[in-house]
């Protein structure tokens, strides 16, 4: 059984107040059921895992580098979140490819370093609309795993992120039908190539506009083991009730 994982991307928000969030959090999750996730930025992940200590919350980076040290002025490595407590590390997300140019061959070597530094690496994947009018999404999103997942990965250190990015932040999100599409293939990709064992115990996670009132539809369909979530991960109040969501589709189905 996959343990499920509700992971939030906090990108670039947040300041010390929200570490507050945090609390809440913790508070109203104190033995959860499923896996929590916080990925803040990293002017908090020291201070978030200070505040997180023995508690039910991990907290994780948004990328890093591909080198673990050096000269690289306003970079972080995979080491250095390590060192600060980081147990996980997103990469590959859209926004990276898009603003900083992470092609899915980068993608791959931040992973290794990432694995190689301990840490988990949650590595998205997701194709642009004009790629899902095109009719070729299984094509890109089959492209992406194998060029950006590293072969060092196993079902403790990789978790995928499927992400459409026509859903990120739009408040639309795909037919169950096309998640479920998307979240077997991946599985059956993951499979292939790392063998059943390692390929079955990979979480999987949907990520695009996740929020309470659409959460128990997508925790529903399969091989969709939790969510990455962007903008209702911000506060306790709308990230609480997707975890309870996320908590509910773990039980047992006679429950
Ligand atoms: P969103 O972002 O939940 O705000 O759509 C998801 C993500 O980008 O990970």
Same mark, same amino acid.
């Given at each position: 059984m996959r343990r499920k994982l509700a992971a939030g991307n906090w990108k670039? /928000?947040?300041?010390? @107040? @929200?570490?507050?969030?945090?609390?809440?959090?913790a508070k109203a999750h104190p033995d959860p059921d499923c896996d929590l996730l916080i990925c803040p930025p990293a002017t908090l992940i020291a201070a978030a895992v200070d505040r997180c200590q023995g508690g039910p919350l991990r907290i994780g980076g948004q990328t890093c580098h591909m080198n673990m040290e050096g000269p690289h002025t306003g970079d972080i490595s995979a080491q250095m979140l390590r060192d600060v407590g980081a147990t996980a590390v997103i990469l590959g997300h859209s926004e990276r490819r898009a603003d900083h140019g992470e092609s899915s061959e980068d993608v791959r070597t931040l992973a290794q370093m990432a694995q190689a530094a301990g840490l988990q690496t949650? $590595?998205?994947?997701?194709? @642009?609309?004009?790629? &899902?009018?095109?009719?070729?999404?299984?094509?890109?999103i089959g492209a992406q795993l194998s060029l950006s997942i590293p072969d060092s990965s196993t079902g403790e250190n990789l978790v995928v992120a499927y992400e459409p990015i026509w859903a990120i932040g739009t408040g639309q999100i795909p037919t169950a039908d096309q998640i479920g599409e998307v979240h077997d293939f991946i599985r059956a990709?993951?499979?292939?190539?790392?063998?059943?064992?390692?390929?079955?115990?990979? &979480?999987?996670?949907?990520?695009?506009?996740?929020?309470?009132? /659409?959460?128990?539809? $997508?925790?529903? $369909? @399969? /091989?969709?083991?939790?969510?990455?979530?962007?903008?209702a991960s911000l506060t306790a109040k709308d990230f609480s009730p997707i975890i309870e969501a996320l908590e509910a589709s773990a039980l047992p189905a006679d429950s």
């Open positions: 670039m /928000n947040g300041l010390r @107040s @929200s570490l507050d969030e945090l609390d809440a959090l949650v $590595i998205c994947v997701g194709e @642009s609309q004009f790629q &899902r009018e095109a009719t070729n999404t299984l094509d890109i990709r993951l499979e292939q190539r790392f063998g059943y064992g390692v390929g079955k115990s990979v &979480r999987l996670l949907y990520g695009g506009s996740v929020k309470a009132d /659409n959460a128990q539809e $997508i925790f529903g $369909i @399969s /091989n969709v083991d939790g969510a990455l979530v962007g903008g």
